[in-house]
């Protein structure tokens, strides 16, 4: 096992933006990561599981509702704060920052923006704490892209709903304690509600066989006919927009964990180049891999400058979905595109598990997929500049 070097890149001194409070919380999670998680992720990986001993310290560190305020439990942060820790998290990998993601803004967030009060007092702490872990049930087998489709439904049943269908592709499903769910009113109204693990008729059975983040756990959300009390129900907003907003939160953290795993491919692809010699020189000497590096830095530094204005306007509470959606698809891409050629840097040894390239490679194939696939996103930002829709 190699030691975790990696120690940040910051070409355009965009440190300079960040405050005190900003570096104070990066590097705590840098930190933690490099001594808990570098160390134990390529196994988990292999082994195709979520390490749960992690749980306390992603909480420790903020990475559970970093901006949900303190009086539920939450660290009360900015939203560059949250970037910067989901930036840290993917730097190691995509599914540590699935984890956190999830929980932070899939599961907490739709509590803390639409839930009742005894619904945030109940769960929020909890969840803050990682004494109670969540997951988020939006895609069903035969809805992925177009969750307005969703075939999930519940009837009326005095002061419970019976609930039925599938949701599948959940990630923490199979260990959740619960689940946010959304499912179809009897008049087809999207609402969403909490379903509690040990609740009858629902049941959570584990997605083997992927070969993209290996470490975190997928799962289906079986509900044959499960009794959930209304008072589970989220008040505060129904409809597609529900859900919709709580990606909107996601897809931010994306945003900022993605240009971490090109972070990590660069810094290990720019060590390699300066110790690897072929023909008496360092690789690095050679115009074609300095065009390589040239190009990653480059792109990195347009995404942190993208990502860091975005997290400006998030934090104004201006941020527009479609913007969202611009800074989420061209950084995935970006970190994608670099995570090939930082493996073709390594040459053999880049597909090995020494080094992190080819796990960030294969982690992003789900990344650029989930939240909205890099199509839906495009679409988005299509129908934004054009007023015309062209999703169906
Ligand atoms: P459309 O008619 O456009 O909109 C329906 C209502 O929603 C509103 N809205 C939004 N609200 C908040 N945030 C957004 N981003 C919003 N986008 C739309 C919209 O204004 C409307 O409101 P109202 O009041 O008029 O009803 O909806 P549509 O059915 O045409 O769909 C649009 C589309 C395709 C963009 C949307 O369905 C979409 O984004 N599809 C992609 C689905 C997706 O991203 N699924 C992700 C599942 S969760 C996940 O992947 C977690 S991975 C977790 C991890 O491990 O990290
Ligand atoms: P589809 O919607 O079937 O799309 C297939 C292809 O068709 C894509 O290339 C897509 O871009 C394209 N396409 C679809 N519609 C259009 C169109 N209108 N125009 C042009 N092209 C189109 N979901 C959750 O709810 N919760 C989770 O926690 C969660 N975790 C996940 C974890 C992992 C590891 C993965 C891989 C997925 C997860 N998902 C989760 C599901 C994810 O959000 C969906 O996979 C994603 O939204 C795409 O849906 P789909 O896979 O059904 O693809």
Redesign the pocket.
Known sequence: MRTDQYQGHDYYMMDDLLTDEHKLVRDAARAWVKKEVSPVIEDAFEKGVFPRNLIKGLADVGAFGPYIPVEYGGAGLDQISYGLIMQELERCDSGL???A??QSS?VMYPIWKYGSEEQKQKYLPKLASGDMIGC?G??EPDH?????GMVSNFKDDGDHVILNGAKM?I??APFADIAVIWAKSEEGRIHGMVVERGMEGFTTPTMHGKWS?RA?DTGELVFDNVRVPKANILPGRS???????C??S??FG?AWGAIGSALDCYDSALRYSKERTQFDRPIAAFQLQQKKLAEMITEITKAQLLTFRLGQLREAGTAT?AQ??MAKRNNVDMALHIAREARQIHGAMGITNEYPIMRHMMNLE??IT????HD?HL??TGMDVTGE?A??
Not at 144 to 148: F, K, Y
Not at 239 to 245: T, Y
């Open positions: 920052r699935s984890t993601s999830v899939l988020f939006l895609t992925g892209s177009n969750p307005a592709w990630s923490n983040l975190s409809g597609l927009g529900a859900p919709l907003s990606l909107d996601a897809r994306i979905s969202i959606s789900s990344v989930y939240e909205g696939t839906i679409l988005i829709n999703f169906k």
